[in-house]
């Protein structure tokens, strides 16, 4: 018999039996967006969000699998087997998304595949297709060498490397969370991740973006990477008001291992003064134009790219101001006193005043405020010149609703 579960205390009842399987009814033409479980599937106790009342995503059950694939393409809809789900992967039906899937974007064949990690220390799914990678996962990838972290990492990087990005497009990030941690998104998506995995999809750009919400499907921790067009817009983030403008800046020779110094500098001189402090979630727009000889891959230069533009538009404190300005006149080649008094000039800091450096080990930190950075977007071209030159757009953001 079919039933329909809408309310987290009839879901937990199902769950207590650990019978039959259940459909995650999201809706839409995704079959990876449409998972069956099975009833003692780790992921359902996940969706007890809201614990009571009303669930946000009606789902189906049945105690035969074969009665539920029927109800659910009966009612038109798509379906697939959960990517973790180990109850269905021995004797129960081996099944297909329904024939109804509509092709993707760019008009290739949908290929879905899933790795999942079932153990206690890698708890996530990653399923591809071709030209998207979803993630799901009950902890945040981390810059470190635990199992979980190692297994997700793998993960996701096998997936997103056989991205594909034809001319005129590029690599869409986006981490979804309700986690109130402070955390660079450009780190969770891509840098712990390995930014090699993504040379062939990020060639003419990428953007990525934080979204502070719950996952819809109840997953603590959401990656969703996929190809756009190159002049797309934010998916989750609607412009407010322009904050500041930089046009054609030229910058230092770029590396991927560089630091953000030279950029900041570049920020300091030409970013228009009279700042308005501006608070609140921001988006950043940028256009690189690489030097004729330059080669290396723009998804590795998003990091200094972005903390040297953000520490650019922000003053410092004072903290500790006689030894950074040392530190850094050294690394820069110019005197400290000129460092000190970039560092110091209000009159650029557009993003605010803050503790932008601190010593540490005889060198210095960086830490601009780029957590309340919420979208960015690296766009870039190939120019004639022997330097790069940046475009750099900063704005007010909001939430784009549904």
Known sequence: MIVRIET??????????????????FGGRDPRMCPIHAMRCRWIATMLKPPSGRLGVPKLCSDDFDELVGEIERLGKVWA???????????????TASPETTVPRLGRALTPTAVGSSDTTSRFTVTRAEDQVRVRSEYRLQFDS??????LKQAIGDAVRELRAPAGHMLEAIYTSASTESVDAENVLLYNVDTGRFAACTAEGLRFERVHAMP????AHAHDYRIVPLESRSTHWRELREVVRILGMPLPALSADMKPDGIWL??????????RVTRGAYGLELTLTRAAHARSAPVGLLKPLIDGVV????????QDLETVSAVLAARLGIKGEIVSAH??????????????????AGGVQWAPGDDACVSATLRVKHGT???????????????LTP
Not at 146 to 151: D, E
Request: charged share 30%.
């Open 8 to 25: 987290a205390e009839a879901l937990r009842e199902r769950m207590e039996r650990g019978e039959g399987y259940l459909y995650n009814d």
């Open 311 to 318: 520490a650019g538009l922000e003053s410092h404190n004072g």
């Open 146 to 151: 635990k199992p979980g972290t190692r297994a």
């Open 385 to 399: 010149e022997a330097i790069d030159r940046l475009d750099v757009c900063v704005a007010l953001v909001e939430p």
């Open 81 to 95: 087997i959960c990517g973790s789900e180990p109850a269905l992967r021995g004797g129960a039906p081996k099944a």
């Open 266 to 275: 570049a920020v300091r001189e030409h970013a228009p003064a009279d700042a």
């Open 343 to 360: 560092l110091m000039d209000h009159s650029r800091a557009w993003l605010g005043i803050r503790r932008l450096l601190h010593p540490r």
């Open 216 to 219: 819809a499907d109840g997953s």
